[in-house]
């Protein structure tokens, strides 16, 4: 004779299979979890790093452009013409310099850093110019009641200077009116010895303007 089980046993075991089936999803979901955890946890963390070696460097950058020293001068032009007596014009040029770097730069000044270049004609839609008139001299540099001024300009960081010239035009045409100047700082002569620069070579800054001076001015 055959022993069938009681239906009490039966739910029993069906209470726990279905407690079995259970547990196990959970256990599923807590590792698709954990999983899902650690992945993002990974992804931030390396992010994280990622960021902060991108802020280190640029920090360490900051620190050295603001440790290196670099003198950046920089040159305006400005002309102005006024009419004289006799049909002539009389031709103000003021010079400034900015040094926005930060270390000091030595500006040469010499008789030809300020040329006046006429133009002769045009040729082929191109300005063909005569000879180049030197007028640096145009600014007083003799012996005053302060001081003595040199040929050569030092600019401080962060200060400007302006220079002033005048020269009297006779005749009317187009004008170059060009500032050059050669520069030198300890920037400069490291940059040069590492980019292997010949001595001979030298770093300037200026400033070109055209002006017109008019018939009968």
Same mark, same amino acid.
């Given at each position: ?6 239906? =009490? ?12 089936? =259970? ?19 990974? !992804? ?16 360490? =950058? ?50 030809? !850093? ?98 017109? !001076?008019? =018939?009968?001015?």
């Amino acid at each position: 004779m055959t022993r069938t089980p009681s239906k =009490k046993t039966s739910q029993r075991r069906s209470h726990w299979e279905l407690l079995q089936i =259970k547990v196990g999803v959970v256990a599923s979901l807590l590792s698709l979890v954990g999983l899902l955890c650690v992945g993002g946890w990974t !992804v931030w963390v390396t992010y994280y790093v990622k960021q902060d070696s991108q802020l280190s460097a640029l920090l360490i =950058k900051e620190l050295q452009l603001k440790t290196e020293l670099s003198a950046h001068v920089g040159a305006t032009l400005a002309t102005h013409l006024k009419p004289t007596e006799g049909g002539s014009s009389l031709l103000e040029v003021g010079v400034t310099l900015s040094n926005s770097g930060n270390d000091i730069a030595r500006l040469n000044l010499d008789r030809r !850093v300020l040329s006046i270049i006429k133009v002769q004609r045009f040729e082929a839609g191109l300005p063909v110019y005569g000879p180049a008139w030197d007028v640096a001299t145009a600014r007083y540099d003799g012996l005053s009641s302060t001081l003595w001024v040199f040929p050569y300009l030092d600019i401080g960081p962060s200060e400007s200077y302006e220079l002033k010239y005048v020269v009297k035009l006779d005749e009317p045409g187009l004008y170059l009116v060009r500032f050059l100047s050669r520069m030198k700082s300890d920037h400069i002569e490291r940059h040069k010895l590492k980019m292997s620069t010949p001595s001979i070579i030298e770093y300037s800054t200026g400033a070109d303007a055209f002006i017109t !001076v008019p =018939k009968g001015a």
